[in-house]
């Protein structure tokens, strides 16, 4: 006999990052524990029998999983759709203990006013009255700004060092793009992990900026930052491009950079460490010019001076600072993120322990 399930906990399926993201948040809002699912039906099962959620919101292409699902254990599921599913669809959809659905890209205050009120349908006791949950226009969760820092010969440890400074409670997503061979990537994240009290994760296609977390961008590939899709609401999420990098180093510096510039606007820190060549110039300026603020290694503290040197050619940085001065003023710097107005060029950052600071 199937079993008959306790609310304790919500399950969410293979959903679009942005819309993972946003209802995670709300969901915690309520109280309520979010967990995913395993892809593999039979996994899914046990893992139904042993949290014994109070429900499932899963994606329309996961319907013949739950149709498998829904022959052992009952369990209520709600359709994340990205257009207005067909009755017949949700007919069928309900023997298999679909409920009710919810559209991706609704507005945000009846996005958020369907989801509260459907979760009451399998949730009448909230641990949170409705009242204290903000609309998801006001859930925080998307970060005030992005760092970006990028490197080549001897960058590696310089990263490493870096993220080793960087407090817990940074509240900033930081993008780590490093010349390195796609076979060293997982080492060099696991190397970070063990670094730093922050996360830090591989990049890869869909994955969202989240504050406090660290993203490497793996060899061989150039990453980008883009607005994401089939949400209400703005946040972004990195993804890969085909376009080639001038210096022919991948992941590309210049595009990395470029892209972030271009999509989050002034909140942005750029941060160019040791390496050969001139790969990240380009996109320092491009973040220059969008209002954001750009930091390079000084020539000491530099296994190669060549990426750093570049920018400062270029009219592009506004500090050169020792390695062991810069973790600070990126802290400095990202604590001022959600101040700074759109467009406008931020205030000179000003770090006192610094000889090598420029006022541009």
């Known amino acids: 006999m199937p079993d008959i399930l306790a609310p304790q906990t919500v399950l969410l399926g293979n959903l679009p990052t942005a819309g993972r993201l946003a209802l995670t948040r709300l969901l915690l809002q309520l109280g309520l524990r979010v967990t995913s699912i395993s892809e593999k039906p039979a996994e899914l099962i046990t893992q139904i029998r042993r949290l014994r959620p109070a429900f499932l919101i899963a994606g329309e292409l996961q319907l013949r999983g739950i149709e498998v699902v829904s022959r052992h254990v009952v369990l209520p599921v709600l359709l994340y759709c990205e257009s207005q599913p067909l009755p017949g669809m949700l007919r069928e959809a309900g023997r298999w203990g679909?409920?009710?659905?919810?559209?991706?890209?609704?507005?945000?205050?009846?996005?958020?006013?369907?989801?509260?009120?459907?979760?009451?349908?399998?949730?009448?006791?909230?641990?949170?009255?409705?009242?204290?949950?903000?609309?998801?226009?006001?859930?925080?969760?998307?970060?005030?700004?992005?760092?970006?820092?990028?490197?080549?010969?001897?960058?590696?440890?310089?990263?490493?060092?870096?993220?080793?400074?960087?407090?817990?409670?940074?509240?900033?997503?930081?993008?780590?793009?490093?010349?390195?061979?796609?076979?060293?990537?997982?080492?060099?994240?696991?190397?970070?992990?063990?670094?730093?009290?922050?996360?830090?994760?591989?990049?890869?296609?869909?994955?969202?900026?989240?504050?406090?977390?660290?993203?490497?961008?793996?060899?061989?590939?150039?990453?980008?930052?883009?607005?994401?899709?089939?949400?209400?609401?703005?946040?972004?999420?990195?993804?890969?491009?085909?376009?080639?990098?001038?210096?022919?180093?991948?992941?590309?510096?210049?595009?990395?950079?470029?892209?972030?510039?271009?999509?989050?606007?002034?909140?942005?820190?750029?941060?160019?460490?040791?390496?050969?060549?001139?790969?990240?110039?380009?996109?320092?300026?491009?973040?220059?010019?969008?209002?954001?603020?750009?930091?390079?290694?000084?020539?000491?503290?530099?296994?190669v001076f060549s990426m750093p040197k570049s920018v400062i050619e270029a009219g592009a940085a506004n500090a050169v600072l020792p390695l062991v001065e810069l973790p600070a003023a990126i802290v400095l710097y990202a604590g001022k993120f959600r101040r700074v107005v759109a467009g406008a060029r931020p205030a000179s950052l000003s770090v006192p322990s610094s000889r090598w600071l420029i006022e541009l």
């Open 98 to 303: 679909v409920f009710d659905f919810i559209l991706a890209d609704a507005p945000v205050a009846d996005w958020t006013r369907a989801i509260l009120r459907k979760v009451q349908v399998t949730v009448p006791r909230l641990a949170v009255p409705l009242r204290q949950v903000r609309s998801a226009a006001a859930v925080p969760g998307v970060p005030g700004g992005v760092v970006v820092i990028g490197g080549s010969t001897g960058s590696p440890a310089a990263v490493e060092q870096l993220v080793r400074a960087l407090p817990a409670t940074l509240a900033c997503t930081v993008l780590v793009a490093v010349h390195l061979p796609a076979s060293f990537h997982g080492s060099f994240v696991k190397r970070l992990a063990r670094a730093t009290s922050l996360p830090v994760m591989a990049a890869g296609a869909g994955t969202p900026l989240v504050p406090g977390h660290i993203l490497v961008a793996p060899g061989g590939r150039n990453l980008v930052v883009s607005k994401a899709l089939h949400t209400p609401w703005q946040c972004w999420q990195t993804d890969f491009s085909m376009e080639a990098s001038l210096s022919g180093d991948e992941p590309s510096i210049d595009i990395l950079m470029r892209s972030v510039a271009h999509t989050v606007g002034s909140n942005v820190l750029g941060v160019v460490l040791t390496g050969m060549g001139r790969d990240g110039a380009l996109g320092a300026q491009a973040i220059r010019q969008h209002g954001g603020t750009v930091l390079v290694q000084d020539e000491a503290s530099s296994v």
